[in-house]
């Protein structure tokens, strides 16, 4: 089938997650849907699923137009959606989640659903058993059974969105042919993902977003390159940057490895110097968390040490991190860093040294009035931390830092902010990286990234793949690397 | 500056509609339950000569309330649920008959001891509480409501067993402590100014916690948003176990009051169900720690004085706790409402608007 | 201690055993009921006020027209109203469930008390004995299930229907998905808040029924506070069999067991029977902590049979709001 989307609006509040995307889906092709994280694939989606409701624009199936207006809508129109975290119920055994949400009679016959389970999962190749509780199945199972139970409610377009995150290669390879295979049937495919390799691997036509727009369309295959540049726009070459002189090493991985998940495969050795700043950069999702939450002890390796400032903390505890001036901004500024419902006074006193039992209002107040003037925040020392915008929230975690950091470790650190803002943020960064605080940080931003980092990390799913000096790199090498293609020869 | 008037005016509204619609609807002029209420707590007009009696009951009742509910402050802005607070009045009274029974010393000392003994026994079914829902991952709601029950069980197994009255063995309570046991009051009354000072000070100690201390201020954010205080370096499990060890020990200190200070002995439904009356009380206080003492003295007086109802009305004394009932539920719909509507205004005009978060 | 295996001993007659089934109709169907509305995700706190209120109306509406049966949908319409309420304040107006609940509680408690002021000690029709032909003359089978009355006999097979309904049905599927993953739902087109609303109701008119099988046939008549504390057994229950009615429903048979245990106690140890009834909550306790032991809980993957019998999960989403964005 046919589909065509034209000029669809989807605006959050004053966030034009979609702003006038149309989008041609021919029938029986597997095309591609790209762009980073934050550009609007997931609401076009979402939209397309019935999740959300455009607030404007037209869906058109087989030429004609069709409202979704609840994901049942979807369903009856020959649309599925597979999310990127399977949405089945763990507790429910296999067959139950097949035939959760058919329509039918009242009395479940699970037998012949089961007939027809088994039907589907042998044409697919899919090896999976009726009776297995889902939570033992795994994450690309779960898939495999989101994908036969959308073929036999009838979807003629399914939605893949970013479904190799936490896949194993062969499943994924599994799960490409399959899509192939459908594709051949007369499905129309639509596979989202931030993934350069596999949208050029797997899909005929590739679309490209980036802030909530398309910004180009292209028949396969061509170079990776020229998608990269699509996606990152033209990315402004490493400029000189004052050298600093890198001091001792303030971060010392060596031969850390996690336990279970990404990260586990390999271990990771790498000295940080004072005053030197490293750059992650990979997909999301490729193991920059896990490596950012082993570096500050939030999560214990299974082997190998880390030391901080000269400390050995390995197995510590996440307090000793901080005695240790280690401080950690995940990328939730509202979830994990600002308290929803205290004021930017309050942060100051949580954040300060000032151990005292009592509390100085008048004195906090004044220094809060003070940072929030030193640190441009715009509000109050009595806005709360909800009250504030992107920008700002941003803003108050930098002031909040404790003097003479370490190590700083961010997520993000200017992940939906203007200009202004993102500028005046590496500001700050750069000013700490002189006082000698090592700052590591992940992007999905290549720009961001070449022009502040000395080195950088890149993660492919669930390892560090590279480890590259700024100055000596380009944005293709790292393009290249972020989408799985190690360097052909080193230099 | 309106949304402040508002928050207080609208829920202020709310209760004397309700209270009006209420006398109403059972069929009664208003003003009469309203005024044997007053009289029968407080006496009529107020606090005239003759009433030191009733006073001092109304106080004695006011006292385990406003106590509790200081507690439950805490508790809630630390963002948990205790309603096991009922068990830990329980603790604190069993703990405080305990030393009322067995220990004998002077006075003044004796008196002492009861109330720590109070407080411990609070403090320590509290930190249960706690234990089961930091370490053991039960809900607190359940876990305490479960420990309550098994105080419960605990204080009727003393008071028919061990602790039975000389002779007969009987529900309905110990023997009354030793005179040198109980909490001083003043002549002809039950009233203790020790206990009145006490509550007092946990109120306005409660206050200034979250007024004025680092530790009400983590503990808040700890109840605001667990992940983000442990990021700025709060043992959010320490700081839950600390507002259940404060909100037991106040309430074991409740539970001492009604021991030593209003029943004079220990009966298994030592509680009164203050506790519950008291989770009511700071819902209606918002959580508010100088709210808790209009609120907690209304709620008394209504306890006490409805009992003139039967006699003097054809009503019964448990439009008391109807009354408390309606209070409460219709300020939370209330106040519900008005969020609700002022959410779906937000949402008509979130488009365009430039200051909105992002 | 011979008197202790005296007691022990009378708990297998045939007339102990009977009796506790008897005595079990008005928490079976309030255990359902909280159950279905669990199982959808919303937890109903009142039961304890709720239902004693839905005794009283039940009681009131059966001793004015003389006729038992109508008792039965006053008082479920009454459970109805309570878990609405629940319901809305939860659904629209994003109260806390545990907040209104409560309140509710307190509520209906004093409402009952107020309201059944001029009750207390009269007597209604009650429900009549009728045996069940042929069935009822089975050596021990018959007087133990089926010598009894229309609500007892109506308690069991809720107790089985709602069984049935929620593991082999597709409505009953829905049901659990829409406590289990409210969103996984939503994509599937089931109309989650709508279900939550409709079990709730139907959770609630349980408990309702539950409460007028207390007045109307299990201690027949009003006194104040007829089910103290019923309420929260019922929530104990709830949890201890695991959100699965025939769990749950054992979890009642073992409870009025042990009521019946502790009274043939009595005279060895007196004051027993004030004691024992609280069992179901450190019961509780222990099934909540079993539910979080990560050791144990891998331990038992590796024998489902005896990971069936003793886990019991949560409705995952329980207690939360869903909201469609």
Known sequence: MGLELREIHKHYGPVRANDGVSLTVEQGTLHGLLGENGAGKSTLMKVLSGFHSADSGEIMLDGKPIKLASPDDAIAAGIGMLHQDPLVFLPFSTIDNFVLGSPGGQRLDRKRAAVEFDELCERYGFNLDASTPARLLTVGERQQLEIVRLLWLGAKVLILDEPTTGISADQRSKLFTTLKALAKEGMSVIFVSHKLEEVADLCERVTVMTRGKVVGEVEMPVPPERLVRMMFGQVVEARARSAVDLGQPQLRLSGVRAASGLLSEDTVSIDIGAGEVIGLAGMEGSGQDTFLRMCCGMRAPKEGTVEVAGHNLTGKHYRDFLAAKMKYLPAGRLEEGLIKGLTITEHFVLAGGDKSFIIDWTAARDRAVRQVDHFTIKGTEASTAESLSGGNQQRLLLAMLPPQLSVLLMEHPTRGLDIESADWVWEQLLQRREEGTSIVFASADLDELLRYSDRILVFFSGRVIGELKTAQTTVDEVGLLIGGRRREASP | MSSRLQSVLLPVTIVVASTVALLFAVGSNPWDPIRLIIEGSIGWPPFEAGTAAKVGDTVMVWVPIALASAGLIVTFRAGMWNIGIEGQIIMGAIAASWVARTISAPRPLRVFLTIAAGAVGGLLWGLLVGILRTVGGVNEIFGGLGLDFVAVSVATYLVIGPWRRSGVASTSGTDVFADAALLPSLEGSRLSPLMVAITLAAIFGVWLLFRGTLYGLRLKAVGANRPSAFLLGIPTNRFLLGAFMICGALAGIAGTSQATGFHFKLIPAISGNYGFLAILVVLLARFRAFWVIPISFFFAMIAVGASQLDLRLDLSSTLGGVLQGTLVLSAMFGLGWAAYRARKRAEGTAVGSEEATV | MSGFLTALADMFDTATIASIVAGASGLLFATVGETVSEKAGVINLSVDGSMMLAALAGFVVAFETGNVWLGFPAAAAVGVVAALIIAFGNIRLSLNQVAVGFVLFALCTALSRFLGSGYVGRQPVAVPAWDVPALSSIPFFGPVLFSHNIVVYLSLITVIVTYLFIYRTRAGLELQGVG???????????????????????????????????????KVGWSDRPTLNFGWIVLAIVIFGGWHPLRAAFGVLLFGALQAFALNLQPEFPGLSQVLPSLPFPAMILALVVVNWKTLLNWLDRYPWLRAILRSDPPTAIGTRFEVS
């Open chain 3, 180 to 218: 289990e993953r409210p969103e996984a739902a939503h994509a599937r087109g089931i109309p989650v808040n709508k279900l939550r609303y409709f079990y709730t109701a139907l959770g609630g008119a349980l408990i309702g029924i539950g409460g007028a099988a207390f007045t109307l046939d299990v």
